[in-house]
């Protein structure tokens, strides 16, 4: 424990500390330890590729969250949890999965949960990224569910896990264009790790057909002669077949196409914002398939709810100058 502590150069701190620190960092998380005397924690802060986050560690048994503690945080947002040391239960969204060292946790703070060490009274350690909502859910292009398990053992976990472990050196606050570059990289490979299934199985040669769709519009979004006919004669099925495929899946060919094309210009526009490159915002709109500015800016405040050069690094609205 002792050699745990020193490597992350925290000190130890007593049962009272150690949840106040909590708790002022984090919001109402209420700790079920061993007797008082014989707790030993820590709390840190730290940074990671422009991310906010901690390392926490301790010898208590059990950490709990209830609904009513996240609607009095007002808490907007997700955490990834990192399991650097020990072993762990985490039950959120009536999922309970199991966490040994190495594995990945994606967690919604805006919801209950139950974090359960299986470690006797030895300490646990975990890191601990927050990831704003609206970011990510407008980076990734849908919403996770909380509560998602991934093993390390994946090329996006190990590259994720090391980026946490790493960030124990990172003292930095300050997000320099490689932060901001490295903060794109995180969500993608979050996206990587926690992306959904996709929904209906209905058969699986209709769940292939629908990926390769996918991947096709992926693929021909940015042209903007590029619709679902064009999807249709590239996947050699007629065009009233794709039209039910994403009936069947509660949108439009036509829909998807500009829902792929929108969440492109959110990233460029997240970029831009972040770097602060200047690009022209008509420039972004051609790039991402839309004949002009106009017709983009519209469908843009539709779906996000302000113009395109509004777009913050964090996907929120910021004031045009």
């Not at 901690?54 to 990834?80: P, V």
């Not at 398939?289 to 690094?313: L, V, W």
Request: include cysteine; charged fraction near 25%.
């Amino acid at each position: 424990m002792d050699q745990n502590a020193d490597y992350l150069g925290t000190s130890q701190l007593h049962f009272e500390e150690w949840r106040e620190s909590l708790r002022s960092i984090c919001g109402r998380y209420y700790p079920d330890c061993v007797e008082p005397d014989a707790f030993t924690g820590w709390v840190r802060p730290l940074n990671a590729c422009g991310f906010e986050g901690l390392t926490i560690g301790c010898n208590a048994h059990k950490i709990e969250r209830s609904d009513r503690d996240a609607r009095l945080d007002g808490a907007d947002h997700y955490f990834a949890l990192f399991q650097v040391a020990g072993q762990s239960e985490m039950i959120q969204n009536d999922q309970a999965v199991r966490l040994a060292v190495g594995d990945i946790v994606l967690v919604d703070a805006a919801r209950s949960l139950r974090y359960c060490a299986d470690n006797g009274s030895e300490a646990w350690n975990t890191v601990v990224l927050d990831l704003p909502r609206r970011s990510l859910v407008s980076h990734l292009g849908f919403d996770p569910s909380g509560c998602i398990c991934s093993r390390r053992g994946t090329s996006a976990g190990r590259l994720l896990y090391d980026l946490a472990r790493g960030a124990y050196g990172d003292e930095g606050s300050a997000v320099s264009s490689a932060g901001s570059y490295m903060q794109l990289a995180v969500y993608d490979l979050v996206g990587a790790l926690f992306a959904p299934s996709d929904p209906l199985p209905a058969s699986r040669h209709t769940d292939k057909l629908f990926a390769r769709i996918r991947g096709l519009i992926q693929d021909g979004f940015a042209d903007p002669d590029f619709g679902p006919f064009e999807v249709a004669a590239e996947a050699g099925i007629s065009l009233r077949y794709v039209q039910k495929l994403f009936t069947e899946r509660g949108c439009t060919c036509s829909e998807f196409i500009y829902s792929r094309r929108l969440d492109h210009a959110a990233r460029l526009l997240r970029r831009r914002a972040l770097l602060q490159t200047g690009q022209p915002l008509s420039e972004i709109a051609y790039a991402c398939g839309f004949r002009d500015y106009a017709h983009f800016a519209r469908k843009f405040r539709q779906r996000f709810g302000h113009p395109p050069g509004g777009h913050g690094p964090g996907g929120i609205e910021v004031q045009e100058s």
